[in-house]
């Protein structure tokens, strides 16, 4: 059973970049599409991107422009960085996988992290 | 963007009720949607997916229906631990949408 762990700063100030990273344990994350969702309680559950190793990336276009996605398979690692932030950005952010070939998405989830962005 | 509406945005009963929650896609997704259920202070966990199948794990009276631009939730015989939110999410196009909720209450 694949185990997801979301990291990163709990506080970010406006205009900055807030990266954060999901450690994936249980599982090559070669075999996983890689997600990035929010959750705020203005706009509830907010999808941001999927991304495979292979590189074949899609973002929410109401985000593309402020968003990138990576992965790092030395570590079993996928990352988010999302630049200019404002409050509007202040949510509790997942991370998900879904395994490739199975039908469905978003089988297992991290725990989430709370960013608040403040100054 | 495929909007996603859910109903009801809240509902109320009791232990051994039957309950239905659906989901309406503005365009047709095929089967293309998955149901999540989401308690406090914790993250949405999937129970069906492909619209109709049964998350492994996930018990026997939890049910889902339809395709296209329909589908339908069905809790058959609500146990406590069943009180909670609901959201439907559409993967059929990017970018993929969630419903705004349902929560379940105990009556």
């Known amino acids: 059973q694949v185990q997801l762990q979301e990291s990163g700063p709990g506080l970010v100030k406006p205009s900055e970049t807030l990266s954060l990273t999901c450690s994936v344990s249980?599982?090559?994350?070669?075999?996983?599409?890689c997600t990035w969702l929010r959750q705020s309680a203005g706009k509830g559950l907010e999808w941001i991107g999927r991304?495979?190793?292979?590189?074949?990336?899609i973002y929410n276009p109401s985000l593309k422009s402020r968003v990138t996605m990576s992965i790092d398979t030395s570590k079993n690692q996928f990352a988010l960085r999302l630049t200019s932030v404002t409050a509007a950005d202040t949510a509790v952010y997942y991370c998900?996988?879904?395994?490739?070939?199975?039908?469905?998405?978003?089988?297992?989830w991290g725990q989430g992290t709370l960013v608040t962005v403040s100054s | 963007d495929i909007q996603m509406t859910q109903s009801p945005s809240s509902l109320s009963a009791s232990v051994g009720d039957r309950v239905t929650i659906t989901c309406r896609a503005s365009?047709?997704?095929?089967?293309?949607l998955g149901w999540y259920q989401q308690k406090p202070g914790q993250a949405p966990k999937r129970l069906i997916y492909?619209?109709?199948s049964l998350q492994s794990g996930v018990p026997s009276r939890f049910s889902g229906s339809g395709s296209g631009t329909d589908f339908t939730l069905t809790i058959s015989g609500l146990q406590p631990e069943d009180f909670a939110t609901y959201y439907c999410?559409?993967?059929?196009?990017?970018?993929?949408?969630f419903g705004q909720g349902t929560k379940l209450e105990i009556k």
């Open positions: 998900a996988t879904n395994p490739l070939l199975h039908l469905g998405d978003l089988s297992a």
């Open positions: 249980g599982g090559s994350i070669n075999n996983y599409f």
């Open positions: 991304m495979y190793v292979s590189g074949n990336t």
């Open positions: 365009q047709d997704i095929r089967n293309d």
């Open positions: 492909a619209a109709i």
């Open positions: 999410l559409q993967h059929f196009s990017n970018p993929f949408t």
